[in-house]
């Protein structure tokens, strides 16, 4: 067994790490991805090198795993055990490296491995709660000459609005914009595909590329199931994924469907909230009234402990909708309505 795994065959992420698993699955869903070997915890012997140093079952198998990825240059990069996965990222930890000519891929994958003893990663993991998932495997790829790269998310982690597919697009390679060194052309695209923000002077991508790379990180979040935080390169005209995973920061409840006819009315306060009366209009004045005729009884002198727990329990201000208001005044005594039900 040399530990040189072909990108049909890196199924288990406990073997080939998170971020190799997840290019075997993206390329088995029929995604544009570069091809690429894993290196495994089997390719590297121990000793003095701590697990870092080629074996030579490994070194012999390499060339010929090389040659069915064209003839370079390289990307190699990390597939650590729970990288890329929905808990933790691991994004900049580890090392990656890149134009790596077929005759230093070993010096390179050795790199990789290293970064794995860092005490960042170390640090990194202890902060989240990860378990200490030893070495990376290391992800040997064809290098994509791109024109220009960079990152999407299918949902928008700042806002955690899941109708709006964000991104950061660089010329050339997107290492700099990966690793916070460059700001990126920053782009929004809604689900109908329509540019919801974009640059007053794009130099980097067109409306079309910007639109084909949204469509891009929802189709990887349909694959996945979950919304997805992704690379990407366009290599002239052709559209690359080159990683993705799950987004891991909170976002927004996915919507649920409702064709409930909702009628917001304001005939019971007209006189403070008059015209149409919008969600915003119907959200404060129910905020409002409910604090005002709290604090109206408190005045009345009923603010006792309890009668403050009780007031917690009572309905709060209904300003308008169908069926009924259900606007009530809390006493000592009772509760006084308000404002007749719509009939």
Same mark, same amino acid.
């Given at each position: 067994m040399t530990?040189?795994?072909?990108?049909? *065959? #890196?199924?288990? =992420?406990?073997?080939?790490?998170?971020?190799?698993?997840?290019?075997?699955?993206?390329? #088995?869903?029929?995604?544009?991805? $570069?091809?690429?070997?894993?290196?495994?915890?089997?390719?590297?012997?121990? !000793?003095? *090198?701590?697990?870092?140093?080629?074996?030579?079952?490994?070194?012999r198998a390499l060339p010929a795993a090389l040659a069915g990825l064209g003839p370079g240059p390289y990307a190699v990069r990390s597939s650590a055990r729970g990288e890329d996965g929905a808990e933790a990222s691991h994004a900049g930890q580890f090392e990656t490296v890149l134009n790596v000519p077929a005759a230093e891929v070993e010096q390179a994958a050795r790199r990789v491995r290293l970064s794995g003893l860092a005490a960042h990663?170390?640090?990194?993991?202890?902060?989240?709660?990860?378990?200490?998932?030893?070495?990376?495997?290391?992800?040997?790829?064809?290098?994509?000459p791109a024109r220009a790269a960079g990152v999407a998310f299918s949902a928008d982690p700042a806002s955690g609005r899941r109708d709006i597919a +964000?991104?950061?697009? +660089?010329? !050339?390679?997107?290492?700099?914009?990966?690793?916070?060194?460059?700001?990126?052309?920053?782009?929004?695209?809604?689900?109908?595909?329509?540019?919801?923000? #974009? =640059?007053?002077? $794009?130099?980097?991508?067109?409306?079309?590329?910007?639109?084909?790379v949204a469509s891009l990180a929802r189709r990887a979040e349909a694959a996945f199931g979950a919304p997805q935080d992704i690379e990407w390169a366009y290599d002239g005209s052709r559209l690359r994924l080159l990683q993705a995973r799950p987004i891991t920061t909170g976002l927004r409840p996915a919507p649920r469907p409702d064709g409930t006819l909702v009628v917001?009315? *304001?005939? *019971?306060?007209?006189?403070?909230?008059?015209?149409?009366?919008?969600?915003?209009t119907y959200s404060f004045a129910a905020y409002c009234y409910d604090r005002v005729y709290r604090a109206f009884v408190a005045l009345l002198g009923w603010a006792t402990t309890a009668s403050r727990k009780t007031a917690r329990s009572l309905p709060t201000f209904? =300003?308008?909708?169908?069926?009924?208001?259900?606007t009530t005044l809390a006493t000592g005594t009772g509760r006084w309505p308000c404002c007749r039900p719509f009939r």
């Amino acid at each position: 067994m040399t530990g040189v795994l072909t990108a049909d *065959n #890196a199924l288990d =992420p406990d073997s080939v790490g998170g971020k190799a698993a997840a290019l075997c699955r993206m390329t #088995a869903a029929g995604f544009d991805v $570069p091809s690429f070997v894993v290196l495994t915890d089997a390719a590297f012997g121990g !000793g003095g *090198n701590g697990g870092t140093a080629l074996r030579s079952a490994a070194r012999r198998a390499l060339p010929a795993a090389l040659a069915g990825l064209g003839p370079g240059p390289y990307a190699v990069r990390s597939s650590a055990r729970g990288e890329d996965g929905a808990e933790a990222s691991h994004a900049g930890q580890f090392e990656t490296v890149l134009n790596v000519p077929a005759a230093e891929v070993e010096q390179a994958a050795r790199r990789v491995r290293l970064s794995g003893l860092a005490a960042h990663v170390a640090e990194y993991r202890a902060q989240r709660g990860v378990r200490d998932a030893g070495l990376p495997a290391v992800v040997v790829q064809a290098m994509v000459p791109a024109r220009a790269a960079g990152v999407a998310f299918s949902a928008d982690p700042a806002s955690g609005r899941r109708d709006i597919a +964000v991104i950061a697009a +660089v010329k !050339g390679l997107g290492d700099a914009l990966v690793a916070g060194e460059v700001d990126g052309e920053s782009w929004a695209v809604a689900q109908d595909g329509q540019i919801h923000a #974009a =640059p007053e002077t $794009p130099e980097v991508l067109t409306d079309a590329e910007a639109e084909a790379v949204a469509s891009l990180a929802r189709r990887a979040e349909a694959a996945f199931g979950a919304p997805q935080d992704i690379e990407w390169a366009y290599d002239g005209s052709r559209l690359r994924l080159l990683q993705a995973r799950p987004i891991t920061t909170g976002l927004r409840p996915a919507p649920r469907p409702d064709g409930t006819l909702v009628v917001l009315d *304001n005939s *019971n306060i007209v006189e403070s909230y008059p015209g149409l009366v919008s969600p915003l209009t119907y959200s404060f004045a129910a905020y409002c009234y409910d604090r005002v005729y709290r604090a109206f009884v408190a005045l009345l002198g009923w603010a006792t402990t309890a009668s403050r727990k009780t007031a917690r329990s009572l309905p709060t201000f209904s =300003p308008g909708w169908t069926g009924g208001s259900t606007t009530t005044l809390a006493t000592g005594t009772g509760r006084w309505p308000c404002c007749r039900p719509f009939r």
